[in-house]
Each structure stands twice: as structure tokens, then as C-alpha cells.
């Protein structure tokens, strides 16, 4: 008797784009229908973002802004708008959807905190290499989108934003985690939910080490959504 193959070597990328692609340019979309959670999610970034700030001297401009960072996974930008553009100066983005990129490299100032949209790459994070552009990050936000890579893309991918970040930045990944004792594949969009232990296996081989963790709070328990959680990771030295 044969075992079930692994849940990432079930994902597909043209699957991905092809359902990303049918889904409609609204924070609704970009939510999976419950844009309702979207204030809740981005005051719980924010927090955990202030935290992490209070145990690291990293620079600042200033303004007492972070020089730059990165929305992974962007889609229209709303993480940029309502959270990272209030807590870096510059924010590139990263979407391989060609519309969403638009939208979120369309976003006027009025609708940002003080930072302003930088750089946008109409890629993927399998096809993305972090500074390609020379770019250096304080901090490379990943939410909600690394479940489309293969756990083998995934170390890749975390191998290639070592050399774009700045001494005492972070990379951050803010994602479902699946209560199961397995990952789980969804194939309606072709991605995985990892357990807590996949994540931590997957950052201690990609050799990443966790500086802070925690739960995000807050969702409405009757939406039954998946637990979400937020880790900043730091490479070992």
C-alpha cells in the first residue's frame, strides 16, 4: 500500500494564478469573503510589529519610520495601506496577479499612512529574488501566501531574503495554521495550511531562527476560520 503523496507536492502554480485571477480586486476577494477581519488583522500586525521594535535597536529614519519594506504577496495592496505604509517610509510590492499589482501600485497618498509605494514586481515569490533591484529591507512581510509554495520553494525563497535584509531586520510570516496533526491542501486555490511544528521545521532548515511569536486574536469565533499565526525570524548567525 502506497502513502499519500505530501500536501505541498500536490501544489500547482497555474492552478494558483488561474483561481487568483477570478477573484475580484476588493479587500472581500483578497479575504476570501470576510473582509469583516481586515481591521482586526491589520491592529494585530501592528502590535506585533511595535513589540518586536521595543527589543531591537534597528535604524529608522527620521521620522521614526522604517526605510523600507516589502508586502510579499500584496494583491491589492491592503496590508500596505492600512498597516505597513504607517510603519515603513518606502513599500515595495511583490504580486504576481497583474491586476492586483496595479491596484496596489495605484494607491494614492491619501489612502497610505506616511510611507509611499516603492518598487512592484509582477511576480511571484518562487520567481522573486529579494533585492534583485539592490534594494535592502528593515523588514520582509509575508501574510497569507506562502502556503502557494512548495516546502522545498519555500527554504529556497527564505535562503534568497537573507541577503536583502538589513542588519537587525526581519523577515515576518503571518499565516493560517492547520490544527491537524498533518498539512492540509485545499484545492481550490492549490495551497497548504502547515501545522505549527511544519512551520518550525521548514524556518529551522532554511536556517531561520524565531525572535518573536504569538497568535493573532481577535477574529469572530462563528466564522470558524483557522487559527493565524505571526512569527519574526531572524537568520542564525
Not at 502506497?2 to 480586486?25: G, R
Not at 535592502?136 to 502556503?147: A, D
Not at 537587525?168 to 499565516?175: A, F, L, M, S
Request: net charge negative.
Amino acid at each position: 500500500m502506497t502513502s499519500a503523496a505530501p500536501a505541498d507536492a500536490q501544489i500547482d502554480t497555474s492552478t494558483t494564478l488561474a483561481y487568483w485571477d477570478s477573484v475580484p480586486s476588493t479587500v472581500g476577494g483578497m479575504l476570501g469573503g470576510y473582509p469583516q477581519v481586515s481591521r482586526i488583522d491589520l491592529r494585530g500586525s501592528l502590535n506585533f510589529l511595535a513589540k518586536l521594535r521595543k527589543t531591537s535597536a534597528i535604524p529608522s529614519s527620521p521620522s521614526g519610520l522604517l526605510s523600507r519594506g516589502v508586502d510579499c504577496g500584496a494583491g491589492i495592496g491592503r496590508v500596505t495601506a492600512g498597516f505597513l505604509s504607517h510603519v515603513c517610509a518606502v513599500v515595495d510590492i511583490v504580486e504576481p496577479i497583474a491586476k492586483f499589482a496595479a491596484e496596489a501600485q495605484a494607491l494614492k497618498p491619501g489612502a497610505l499612512g506616511q510611507g509611499k509605494v516603492g518598487s512592484v514586481f509582477t511576480k511571484g515569490l518562487g520567481e522573486w529574488t529579494p533585492g534583485e533591484d539592490g534594494a535592502r529591507y528593515n523588514l520582509i512581510w509575508n501574510q497569507w501566501c506562502l502556503g502557494h509554495l512548495t516546502n522545498s520553494e519555500l527554504v529556497e525563497y527564505l535562503g534568497r531574503c537573507k541577503g536583502a535584509l538589513v542588519e537587525g531586520g526581519w523577515v515576518v510570516v503571518k499565516e493560517n495554521v492547520a490544527t491537524s496533526r498533518e498539512d492540509l491542501y485545499d484545492d481550490e486555490d492549490s495551497s497548504v495550511t502547515r501545522t505549527d511544528e511544519s512551520w518550525k521545521a521548514l524556518f529551522e532548515r532554511a536556517e531561520w531562527r524565531i525572535v518573536r511569536s504569538e497568535t493573532q486574536h481577535g477574529f469572530p469565533k462563528e466564522l470558524g476560520l483557522y487559527p493565524v499565526k505571526l512569527w519574526a525570524l531572524q537568520p542564525r548567525s
